[in-house]
């Protein structure tokens, strides 16, 4: 397998390097603008585009440097592109992108910007490089981002929280030193998240030379697309003083009020499946429980709210130091409140038919009821073996043939409080050694040392109402309509931390340099990360769970090495960790240990037709350590020690990404790869192969000029629906998956159309209105595609 993907990966990019002929144009090198009052500090990404979709530099490990000099798979999302497909999230506008897979409560509706990367999911995005513990929960709105970087694989310097399969930066929009600059948009849509309204104004503060403002500002409140309402608003205030030529100082203010009413609060992934899904097989709409259906409440109550309030800011001080150094100070700030109110009916069915379903000698699920041929004799493989036998479903909801059944209506709401500070010093130097003066150095020395310390805490307080009994309840039917809402009396607090707050802290050390050499064609460099974690009781914000502590330091090193076949290709190889300290229930007890991520890494980059398209190719080999699955047989014995194993992923991955004419835009990715968990099973959402593409053409002359349309689709191809743990059959064999989701393409389409201050564009998802199962959050919570959703939006810029 690795052979073959490596050949594969040869045989695509190099024959490519006969085509990039022209090197690149100097018009095109990325520099400050003449009219700013500030250069272009090294610690930020300039906001300059070569070409449509096509930027040139990323500031992956907090330092800036050019795509193609950075020895690793970096993706770059612009804010062009955001604006142009109408993306609501960061899934949204990622989708294009290699290695990207659906993750479980991904999107608008979803929360913690969840994406998955190379297999491994990730919850909450870094945000101008400050990584979040939890906190970070509301989803950012799309006209804030000037940029997305997502860089592929463990990063222990810009994200130093154990994310295995890589890490997503934001990078929020700054103000400009430049005449004021206004864009209004009203958006529509004819389903669902239409009904927004967004202001971004920037501009010279009026009357003075140094001082530079932005504000960008939406608000929104629309149907979504299962029954209730999704409603936000934001605020978002941001100045730079430019004290001097050399120095400035950034502050940024972020506001958000962001919540869910109505059914779509209980549950984004609602639907469950029947039992007709036996031995793995790819289920479909038609698998669906008797009831479900797509976009309906399913059971869940219509008076469910789900509400977070966040309110952060930014400090940031960049400045020269003499010729050789350059100083970054910044701080974060920040605060969130959320609050959750939901219901359900809680219903008891005595018989538990599952168990038996599972094949003893195969692992698998089925439809029949697996017993041995003389269930009083031990198994034999001749005389004695398992029989499957027809199964009646129908005890399971007419409970009186195992006894008296119950059910309850209750309801339960929590407010859970969090706050985070960040801190962070980077001292970044640049050495050029050897060379004539003015020619080209021998050698060109790179640096950036830093510190950061991260601290949080939460305060949560959980209350349910007094269960009442639901009188007359139909248990032939999955669920109750609408759930009644209890009138019980208010219950006691499940978990009340007022006065002693869970904590977290965070502290990293860390240095990376490189050095370019023979005139800059080799590059090498390397780098460590040193951090120490202390998790005092870890608060899962989801479930409303306190975990285990957990302790500990470790050091993460990284080392590549890249060659510049030409100045417009290269070559690179690389090795990069990351960890994160986690509690296992040990021999001895619970005990702290890390869970490193581990990858290697080689690839090619390509830059043609003077830069405006870019080509990259790699293949991938990571993996997760000391992944924790309970121990079969602790049911039996509690204190057996928990399973340690490991989960891997190797792949290929290929991303376009520019201008192939003037008026043509594409942007494309092909992935292939294969995830498995520690016994060799797939992992639920991740698809062995994906592929993806997106082409716009704008017309630049005659009758239809300001007019540009595109047309896109995505693809992935099955992947199974639940991760299991390490449970085998009473014959040890390993339980396999369930089901599968089907594979789906997914086209979208749109055009806009610029006439003089206004812009008109029209956004179409989901082209083709097909229903298809996306994602799983196990068995019994299954999340669909969105039917066809059609938006239009109008932009006024003055």
Known sequence: MTLHRVFTLLAVAVPLTSFAQNP????????????????????????????????????????????????ATINVITSDFVDDIGAASILDATQYVSGMSTPVLGGINGIQERQTVRGFEIFGATVDNFTGLGSFTANI?????????????????????????????????????????????????????????????????????????????????????VPGRLKSKTFNPMLTWAISEKTQIKLKGFLFNWGQYGATAANANNLRLSHDHPHGEVVSVGSLAPGYEIGSSNGQPEWTVRE??????????????????????????????TYNDGGEVFSWRPGD??????????????????????????????????????????????????????????????????????????????????????????????????????????????????????????????????????????GPT???????????????????????????????????????????????????SVGSKAKGSKKDPSYAALYKVTPWASVYGSYSTNSDVVSVNGSTGEVSLWSDGKQQEGGLKFEFFNRRLSVTTAYYELKKTNVATPHPLRWLDPTLPDNLADITNEGIEFDVVGQVTTNLTLMASYTDMKMRDQVGRRRANVPDVMYNALLRY??????????????????????????????RTSLGEIIQPSFRLPARTVWNAGASYDFGSLRFQLNVENLMDKEVLMSSGGRHAIGFLPERNIRLTTSYSF
Not at 314 to 336: D, K
Not at 505 to 532: I, M, P, W
Not at 706 to 725: K, R
């Open 141 to 225: 709105e799309p006209q804030l981002m000037e940029r997305i970087e997502v860089f592929k694989g463990p990063n222990a310097i810009l994200a130093p929280n154990g994310v295995v399969g890589g890490s997503t930066n934001l990078v929020t929009k700054s103000p400009k030193f430049e005449d004021p600059a206004h864009v209004a948009r009203v958006e529509l849509a004819d389903q669902h998240y239409g009904n927004r309204l967004s202001l971004d104004s920037t501009g010279r503060v009026p009357g003075t030379e140094r001082f530079a403002y932005r504000i960008v500002s939406s608000y929104r409140d629309a149907p979504s697309v």
């Open 308 to 337: 977070n309030k966040i309110r952060r800011g930014t400090l940031e001080i960049l400045t020269a130091i003499g010729e050789h150094l350059n100083l970054r100070v910044a701080t974060l700030q920040h605060y969130s409140h």
């Open 698 to 727: 704008g017309f630049s002359s005659g009758p239809v000029k300001g007019l540009n349309v595109y047309i896109g689709f995505t693809h992935s191809d099955d992947s199974v629906g639940e991760n299991l743990s390490e449970d």
């Open 353 to 490: 038919w599952n168990a038996r379903r599972i094949n003893p000698e195969t692992g698998e699920y089925s439809n029949v009821d697996w017993q041995l041929q003389d269930p009083t004799q031990p198994w034999h493989e001749v005389t004695n073996r398992y029989v499957g036998n027809a199964i009646d479903f129908s005890p399971e909801y007419s409970p009186s043939a195992y006894g008296p059944a119950a059910a309850w209506a209750r309801e339960s709401y929590n407010h859970d409080w969090a706050r985070e500070a960040h801190y962070q010093v980077d001292l970044a130097g640049k050495w050029e050694f050897g060379g004539a003066s003015g020619g080209v150095p021998f050698a060109t020395l790179n640096t950036v040392t830093g510190a950061a310390r991260t601290r949080n805490w939460t305060h949560a307080k959980a209350y349910k109402v007094q269960e009442d009994p639901v009188p007359n309840y139909d248990f032939s039917k999955p669920f109750f309509p609408q759930p009644p809402r209890p009138t019980g009396t208010l």
């Open 24 to 71: 690149p144009s100097n018009q095109y090198i990325d520099q400050a603008n003449e009219d700013e009052m500030v250069y272009l500090s090294p610690f930020e990404v300039s906001s300059d585009r070569v070409s449509g979709y096509r930027v040139t530099d990323s500031a992956s490990m907090r330092l800036r440097r050019a795509l193609i000099d950075t020895p």
């Open 494 to 544: 499940v978990m009340d931390r007022h006065n002693g707050h869970l904590r977290r802290t965070k502290n990293q050390l860390y240095a990376h340099a490189q050095v370019d050499t023979f005139r800059g064609r080799l590059l090498l460099s390397g780098g460590v990360s040193y951090q120490e974690r202390n998790y005092r009781g870890n608060y899962n914000r989801l479930s409303g």
